[in-house]
């Protein structure tokens, strides 16, 4: 990471939470990971994911989605553009397609799910694609914070070198809603 990228994403951090929808807070032994979502239309929202790994390095997500609400149902489809700086291959940027998807259980639960593909074509760098997928259980102790287990995995593909699995992991973490 360049000497100039740390102030960056401090200032991409403190961008959103003026306006932030909720702010998202995941960690286990190795892998801290930290995002916002804010609404930026009545059906789209847009977020800033960063997640650090002591063994692999760090990755900067800027999403944009659509999203759609029906019953206990949410859905968000959209776009993640992605910056890898890897510890332990080269670096390398990507646009994925994707959304999350969440359903209310009930008595204060739910259960969430993420997942996101980036084909070669909108992979850049050494980069020839990758892919992701999240889910949680969530219990939301009151209507501003929620807590969760989930389990992640996350896989970088390279042309010329060894493919990468940046994460795949359990997790704990909180969500707080603004």
Known sequence: ??????PLLLLAFMALPATAA???LGLNDDVVAAELIAPIAKNANAG????????EG????????V????GVHHMEFGLQ???????????GNML???????????SKLSWHAAGYYTPSVLAFGKLDGHYEADTK?????????????????????????ADNTFDSSFYLGMKVRF
């Not at 760090?58 to 989605?65: C, W």
């Open 1 to 6: 990471m360049t000497h100039f990228t740390k």
């Open 22 to 24: 909720e702010f998202n």
């Open 48 to 55: 800033i994911n960063y997640i650090y790994g002591d063994d």
């Open 58 to 65: 760090y990755l900067l997500q800027a999403t944009t989605h």
């Open 67 to 70: 999203t759609h609400d029906a």
């Open 81 to 91: 553009y992605s910056q890898l700086w890897s510890l332990t291959s080269p670096d």
């Open 96 to 106: 994925a397609i994707g959304g999350r998807y969440a359903v209310d259980l009930g």
């Open 137 to 161: 259980v969530q219990y939301d102790l009151t209507p501003q914070l929620g807590f969760y287990v989930g389990y992640r995995y996350m896989r970088f593909k390279y042309e010329r070198v």
